[in-house]
Protein backbone atom coordinates (compact mmCIF):
# COMPACT_ATOMS: atom_id res chain seq x y z
CA UNK A 1 0.00 0.00 0.00
CA UNK A 2 1.26 3.39 -0.45
CA UNK A 3 -0.35 7.13 -0.90
CA UNK A 4 -0.59 8.53 -4.49
CA UNK A 5 0.91 11.43 -5.57
CA UNK A 6 -0.05 14.08 -7.72
CA UNK A 7 1.06 17.21 -9.40
CA UNK A 8 -1.32 20.26 -8.98
CA UNK A 9 -3.56 20.36 -12.27
CA UNK A 10 -4.61 16.43 -11.41
CA UNK A 11 -4.93 17.27 -7.81
CA UNK A 12 -7.39 19.82 -8.75
CA UNK A 13 -9.19 18.41 -11.54
CA UNK A 14 -10.11 15.12 -8.69
CA UNK A 15 -11.09 17.78 -6.01
CA UNK A 16 -13.43 19.69 -9.07
CA UNK A 17 -14.73 16.33 -9.87
CA UNK A 18 -15.30 15.23 -5.99
CA UNK A 19 -13.38 11.90 -6.49
CA UNK A 20 -11.72 12.68 -2.59
CA UNK A 21 -9.39 10.83 -0.30
CA UNK A 22 -9.72 10.82 3.00
CA UNK A 23 -5.88 12.72 3.90
CA UNK A 24 -4.26 15.14 2.25
CA UNK A 25 -0.52 16.20 2.69
CA UNK A 26 -0.27 19.08 1.05
CA UNK A 27 3.46 21.14 1.38
CA UNK A 28 6.47 22.59 -0.10
CA UNK A 29 8.19 25.67 -1.04
CA UNK A 30 5.63 26.85 -3.84
CA UNK A 31 3.23 28.69 -1.42
CA UNK A 32 1.20 29.38 -4.42
CA UNK A 33 -0.05 25.87 -5.09
CA UNK A 34 -0.55 25.14 -1.50
CA UNK A 35 -3.13 28.09 -1.12
CA UNK A 36 -4.97 27.60 -4.01
CA UNK A 37 -5.63 24.03 -3.32
CA UNK A 38 -6.81 24.71 0.60
CA UNK A 39 -9.42 27.15 -1.55
CA UNK A 40 -10.53 24.41 -3.21
CA UNK A 41 -10.70 22.13 0.04
CA UNK A 42 -12.45 25.08 1.74
CA UNK A 43 -15.17 25.22 -1.46
CA UNK A 44 -16.12 22.02 -1.01
CA UNK A 45 -19.12 22.00 1.49
CA UNK A 46 -22.16 24.21 0.89
CA UNK A 47 -22.03 26.94 2.88
CA UNK A 48 -25.07 25.82 4.99
CA UNK A 49 -23.08 22.64 6.20
CA UNK A 50 -19.65 24.40 6.51
CA UNK A 51 -20.85 26.14 10.07
CA UNK A 52 -20.77 22.03 11.49
CA UNK A 53 -18.94 20.25 9.47
CA UNK A 54 -15.63 22.19 8.61
CA UNK A 55 -12.87 22.88 11.10
CA UNK A 56 -9.96 25.22 10.09
CA UNK A 57 -6.87 24.77 13.08
CA UNK A 58 -3.42 25.91 13.07
CA UNK A 59 -0.84 23.89 14.25
CA UNK A 60 1.14 26.15 16.45
CA UNK A 61 -2.23 27.39 18.03
CA UNK A 62 -3.52 23.69 19.00
CA UNK A 63 -3.01 20.98 20.85
CA UNK A 64 -2.15 18.43 18.14
CA UNK A 65 -3.49 15.50 20.07
CA UNK A 66 -6.65 17.28 20.24
CA UNK A 67 -6.71 16.53 15.96
CA UNK A 68 -7.94 12.73 15.81
CA UNK A 69 -10.58 13.75 17.86
CA UNK A 70 -12.15 16.39 15.79
CA UNK A 71 -11.58 13.76 12.95
CA UNK A 72 -13.71 11.23 14.59
CA UNK A 73 -16.60 13.14 14.95
CA UNK A 74 -19.86 12.45 13.51
CA UNK A 75 -20.62 14.40 10.29
CA UNK A 76 -24.02 16.72 10.94
CA UNK A 77 -26.89 15.89 8.31
CA UNK A 78 -23.76 15.49 5.81
CA UNK A 79 -22.32 12.56 4.28
CA UNK A 80 -18.61 13.88 5.21
CA UNK A 81 -16.61 16.74 7.38
CA UNK A 82 -13.51 18.24 6.25
CA UNK A 83 -10.56 19.24 8.84
CA UNK A 84 -7.74 21.78 7.99
CA UNK A 85 -4.58 21.56 9.71
CA UNK A 86 -2.66 24.70 8.55
CA UNK A 87 0.76 25.72 9.03
CA UNK A 88 1.88 22.20 10.25
CA UNK A 89 5.96 23.42 8.87
CA UNK A 90 5.78 25.35 12.17
CA UNK A 91 5.35 22.81 14.83
CA UNK A 92 8.47 20.11 15.34
CA UNK A 93 8.32 16.32 13.33
CA UNK A 94 8.05 14.93 16.82
CA UNK A 95 4.92 16.74 17.98
CA UNK A 96 3.29 16.21 14.38
CA UNK A 97 3.62 12.39 14.95
CA UNK A 98 0.82 11.89 17.17
CA UNK A 99 -1.30 12.38 13.76
CA UNK A 100 0.54 9.03 12.60
CA UNK A 101 -1.30 6.36 14.64
CA UNK A 102 -4.74 8.46 12.95
CA UNK A 103 -3.48 8.11 9.29
CA UNK A 104 -3.29 4.27 9.77
CA UNK A 105 -6.93 3.90 10.84
CA UNK A 106 -8.65 6.98 9.88
CA UNK A 107 -12.20 8.20 10.06
CA UNK A 108 -13.97 7.25 6.61
CA UNK A 109 -16.53 10.40 7.11
CA UNK A 110 -13.63 12.67 6.86
CA UNK A 111 -11.17 14.54 4.61
CA UNK A 112 -8.04 15.68 6.50
CA UNK A 113 -6.07 18.27 4.81
CA UNK A 114 -2.56 18.90 6.56
CA UNK A 115 -0.89 21.78 5.09
CA UNK A 116 3.21 22.61 5.18
CA UNK A 117 3.52 26.22 3.29
CA UNK A 118 7.01 26.96 2.43
CA UNK A 119 8.37 23.74 3.39
CA UNK A 120 8.85 20.14 3.54
CA UNK A 121 6.82 17.99 6.01
CA UNK A 122 9.31 15.10 7.81
CA UNK A 123 8.83 12.55 10.37
CA UNK A 124 6.54 9.64 11.88
CA UNK A 125 3.63 11.30 10.19
CA UNK A 126 4.64 11.97 7.29
CA UNK A 127 6.20 8.52 6.94
CA UNK A 128 2.75 6.99 7.55
CA UNK A 129 0.98 9.05 4.99
CA UNK A 130 3.59 7.61 2.29
CA UNK A 131 2.14 4.16 3.43
CA UNK A 132 -1.18 4.53 3.33
CA UNK A 133 -3.59 3.95 0.53
CA UNK A 134 -5.98 6.70 1.67
CA UNK A 135 -3.53 8.91 1.04
CA UNK A 136 -2.65 11.82 -1.51
CA UNK A 137 0.92 13.77 -1.60
CA UNK A 138 1.57 16.65 -3.00
CA UNK A 139 4.62 18.52 -3.11
CA UNK A 140 4.96 22.03 -4.11
CA UNK A 141 8.22 22.60 -5.71
CA UNK A 142 9.17 26.29 -6.57
CA UNK A 143 8.99 26.96 -9.97
CA UNK A 144 12.74 28.77 -11.12
CA UNK A 145 13.00 31.42 -13.56
CA UNK A 146 15.05 28.82 -15.80
CA UNK A 147 12.10 26.55 -15.84
CA UNK A 148 9.26 29.02 -15.79
CA UNK A 149 9.11 28.50 -20.15
CA UNK A 150 8.25 25.21 -19.79
CA UNK A 151 6.09 25.80 -17.02
CA UNK A 152 3.60 28.31 -18.74
CA UNK A 153 4.07 26.18 -21.85
CA UNK A 154 2.18 23.31 -20.31
CA UNK A 155 0.02 24.89 -18.20
CA UNK A 156 -1.54 27.14 -21.55
CA UNK A 157 -1.67 23.82 -23.44
CA UNK A 158 -3.29 21.89 -20.33
CA UNK A 159 -5.98 24.72 -21.25
CA UNK A 160 -6.64 24.53 -24.75
CA UNK A 161 -5.01 26.98 -26.08
CA UNK A 162 -0.97 27.47 -28.00
CA UNK A 163 1.23 30.50 -27.70
CA UNK A 164 3.91 31.44 -29.84
CA UNK A 165 7.62 31.33 -28.69
CA UNK A 166 8.00 35.15 -28.61
CA UNK A 167 4.91 35.53 -27.06
CA UNK A 168 5.81 32.99 -24.35
CA UNK A 169 9.33 34.27 -23.70
CA UNK A 170 7.73 37.88 -23.23
CA UNK A 171 4.97 36.33 -20.63
CA UNK A 172 7.71 34.33 -18.84
CA UNK A 173 9.75 37.75 -18.77
CA UNK A 174 6.53 39.67 -17.41
CA UNK A 175 5.39 37.67 -14.62
CA UNK A 176 8.63 36.16 -13.58
CA UNK A 177 8.07 33.64 -10.82
CA UNK A 178 4.94 35.23 -9.20
CA UNK A 179 2.60 32.29 -10.10
CA UNK A 180 -0.27 33.97 -8.69
CA UNK A 181 0.56 36.62 -11.35
CA UNK A 182 1.06 34.20 -13.48
CA UNK A 183 -2.11 31.99 -13.03
CA UNK A 184 -4.03 35.48 -13.21
CA UNK A 185 -2.90 37.03 -16.65
CA UNK A 186 -2.64 33.57 -18.29
CA UNK A 187 -6.29 33.35 -16.84
CA UNK A 188 -7.14 36.63 -18.42
CA UNK A 189 -5.58 35.43 -22.20
CA UNK A 190 -7.88 31.83 -21.90
CA UNK A 191 -11.30 33.80 -21.31
CA UNK A 192 -10.69 36.04 -23.73
CA UNK A 193 -9.00 33.82 -26.44
CA UNK A 194 -10.91 30.61 -25.80
CA UNK A 195 -10.30 27.27 -26.13
CA UNK A 196 -7.60 26.44 -29.47
CA UNK A 197 -6.51 30.06 -30.08
CA UNK A 198 -3.27 31.04 -30.51
CA UNK A 199 -1.53 33.28 -28.09
CA UNK A 200 0.56 35.88 -30.10
CA UNK A 201 2.86 38.81 -28.71
CA UNK A 202 0.14 41.02 -30.34
CA UNK A 203 -2.31 39.45 -27.60
CA UNK A 204 -0.11 40.21 -24.78
CA UNK A 205 0.11 43.93 -25.56
CA UNK A 206 -3.76 44.12 -26.20
CA UNK A 207 -4.80 42.21 -23.67
CA UNK A 208 -2.09 42.10 -20.58
CA UNK A 209 -0.49 45.99 -21.62
CA UNK A 210 3.06 44.64 -22.16
CA UNK A 211 4.30 46.42 -24.89
CA UNK A 212 5.96 43.20 -27.43
CA UNK A 213 8.85 46.16 -29.08
CA UNK A 214 9.59 47.67 -25.53
CA UNK A 215 10.37 45.82 -22.95
CA UNK A 216 13.38 43.46 -21.43
CA UNK A 217 13.17 40.60 -23.54
CA UNK A 218 13.39 43.28 -26.91
CA UNK A 219 16.29 45.28 -24.92
CA UNK A 220 18.20 41.98 -24.53
CA UNK A 221 17.87 40.60 -28.09
CA UNK A 222 19.01 44.42 -29.03
CA UNK A 223 22.17 44.33 -27.36
CA UNK A 224 22.90 40.58 -28.38
CA UNK A 225 23.04 42.30 -32.12
CA UNK A 226 24.32 44.99 -30.82
CA UNK A 227 21.76 47.03 -32.76
CA UNK A 228 22.55 50.39 -30.83
CA UNK A 229 20.09 52.75 -32.08
CA UNK A 230 17.21 50.14 -31.04
CA UNK A 231 18.90 49.93 -27.34
CA UNK A 232 18.58 53.41 -26.60
CA UNK A 233 15.02 53.88 -28.35
CA UNK A 234 13.99 51.41 -25.90
CA UNK A 235 16.12 52.74 -22.73
CA UNK A 236 14.08 55.70 -23.48
CA UNK A 237 10.73 53.80 -23.50
CA UNK A 238 11.48 53.12 -20.02
CA UNK A 239 12.33 56.26 -18.65
CA UNK A 240 9.00 57.77 -20.42
CA UNK A 241 7.16 54.91 -18.87
CA UNK A 242 8.98 53.79 -15.45
CA UNK A 243 5.96 51.63 -14.31
CA UNK A 244 5.12 49.65 -17.65
CA UNK A 245 8.94 48.51 -17.35
CA UNK A 246 10.49 48.80 -13.91
CA UNK A 247 14.26 49.05 -13.87
CA UNK A 248 15.32 45.96 -11.54
CA UNK A 249 13.20 43.90 -14.45
CA UNK A 250 15.45 44.64 -17.05
CA UNK A 251 18.57 44.89 -15.10
CA UNK A 252 17.55 41.31 -13.88
CA UNK A 253 16.97 39.65 -17.59
CA UNK A 254 20.15 41.55 -18.87
CA UNK A 255 22.45 40.37 -15.95
CA UNK A 256 21.18 36.51 -16.54
CA UNK A 257 21.77 36.83 -20.19
CA UNK A 258 24.85 38.15 -20.08
CA UNK A 259 25.86 35.29 -17.00
CA UNK A 260 24.54 32.85 -19.05
CA UNK A 261 26.83 33.91 -22.06
CA UNK A 262 30.08 33.55 -20.06
CA UNK A 263 29.33 30.23 -19.12
CA UNK A 264 29.24 29.35 -23.00
CA UNK A 265 32.87 30.38 -23.38
CA UNK A 266 33.77 28.02 -20.12
CA UNK A 267 31.66 24.97 -21.90
CA UNK A 268 34.46 22.65 -23.21
CA UNK A 269 32.25 21.12 -25.73
CA UNK A 270 31.15 24.03 -28.03
CA UNK A 271 29.02 22.40 -30.65
CA UNK A 272 25.21 23.83 -30.11
CA UNK A 273 22.91 20.75 -28.59
CA UNK A 274 25.48 21.15 -25.79
CA UNK A 275 25.20 24.72 -25.62
CA UNK A 276 21.58 24.46 -25.93
CA UNK A 277 21.64 21.77 -22.97
CA UNK A 278 23.83 23.65 -20.63
CA UNK A 279 21.14 26.18 -20.63
CA UNK A 280 18.41 24.33 -20.41
CA UNK A 281 17.07 25.82 -24.14
CA UNK A 282 14.39 23.81 -26.17
CA UNK A 283 14.79 25.53 -29.80
CA UNK A 284 17.10 27.12 -31.54
CA UNK A 285 14.88 30.22 -31.40
CA UNK A 286 15.68 30.43 -28.34
CA UNK A 287 19.26 30.01 -28.47
CA UNK A 288 19.83 32.50 -31.44
CA UNK A 289 20.06 35.45 -29.36
CA UNK A 290 23.18 33.53 -27.66
CA UNK A 291 24.68 32.77 -30.36
CA UNK A 292 24.19 36.44 -31.71
CA UNK A 293 26.13 37.53 -28.12
CA UNK A 294 28.55 35.14 -29.25
CA UNK A 295 29.53 36.31 -32.12
CA UNK A 296 29.64 40.28 -30.96
CA UNK A 297 31.06 40.08 -27.21
CA UNK A 298 34.42 38.25 -26.38
CA UNK A 299 34.51 36.54 -22.43
CA UNK A 300 36.48 39.70 -21.69
CA UNK A 301 33.67 42.31 -22.80
CA UNK A 302 31.06 40.02 -20.78
CA UNK A 303 33.03 39.90 -17.56
CA UNK A 304 33.22 43.60 -18.15
CA UNK A 305 29.54 43.72 -19.13
CA UNK A 306 28.73 41.89 -15.68
CA UNK A 307 30.47 44.07 -13.42
CA UNK A 308 29.01 47.44 -14.94
CA UNK A 309 25.33 45.28 -14.13
CA UNK A 310 26.97 44.87 -10.87
CA UNK A 311 27.66 48.36 -10.26
CA UNK A 312 24.39 49.74 -12.12
CA UNK A 313 22.63 48.06 -9.08
CA UNK A 314 24.58 49.20 -6.26
CA UNK A 315 24.99 52.95 -7.87
CA UNK A 316 20.50 52.78 -8.55
CA UNK A 317 20.21 52.19 -4.72
CA UNK A 318 22.18 55.38 -3.91
CA UNK A 319 25.36 53.41 -2.77
CA UNK A 320 28.50 55.82 -4.36
CA UNK A 321 25.87 57.54 -6.74
CA UNK A 322 22.93 60.08 -6.51
CA UNK A 323 22.19 60.54 -10.20
CA UNK A 324 18.80 59.70 -11.35
CA UNK A 325 18.26 55.26 -12.19
CA UNK A 326 17.20 56.31 -15.74
CA UNK A 327 20.59 58.06 -16.19
CA UNK A 328 22.49 55.27 -14.72
CA UNK A 329 20.48 53.34 -17.09
CA UNK A 330 21.24 54.83 -20.48
CA UNK A 331 24.78 54.81 -19.34
CA UNK A 332 25.04 51.23 -18.53
CA UNK A 333 23.47 50.96 -21.72
CA UNK A 334 26.52 52.65 -23.63
CA UNK A 335 29.26 50.65 -21.16
CA UNK A 336 27.75 47.50 -22.65
CA UNK A 337 27.62 48.41 -26.41
CA UNK A 338 31.62 49.88 -25.91
CA UNK A 339 32.67 47.67 -23.64
CA UNK A 340 36.44 46.89 -24.50
CA UNK A 341 37.54 43.80 -23.78
CA UNK A 342 40.90 43.80 -23.01
CA UNK A 343 40.56 42.63 -19.18
CA UNK A 344 44.01 40.60 -17.75
CA UNK A 345 41.97 37.38 -17.17
CA UNK A 346 41.78 36.63 -13.33
CA UNK A 347 40.38 33.06 -13.59
Known sequence: MAAKTL??????????QRSFSGIYVLHGAEGYFIDELVRDFENILPEEEKEFNQTVLYAPRIDLAKVPEICRRIPMMSDFQVVILKEAQAVRADALAVLAKYVENPSPST?????????????????????????VIFEAKKVYDRDLPPFIQQHINSRGLN?????LALLSEYVGAD?????????????????GAMITPEAIERHIGYSRSFNAYEL???????????VFRIADYFRANPKAVPLVLATSSLYGYFSDLLTLYFLKDKSTSARMAALGLRNQMQYKRFANGLAKYNAYQVIEIIRAI????????????RRPEHDLFRELM?????????LFPTF
Open 220 to 230: VDALASKDAER
Open 310 to 321: RAFDRHSKGIGS
Open 111 to 135: ILVVTGRGDLLKGQFLSAAKKSDNA
Open 163 to 167: IEPKA
Open 179 to 195: LSRLYNETGKLISILGP
Open 7 to 16: AFEPLRTLIK
Open 334 to 342: YRILTAPGN
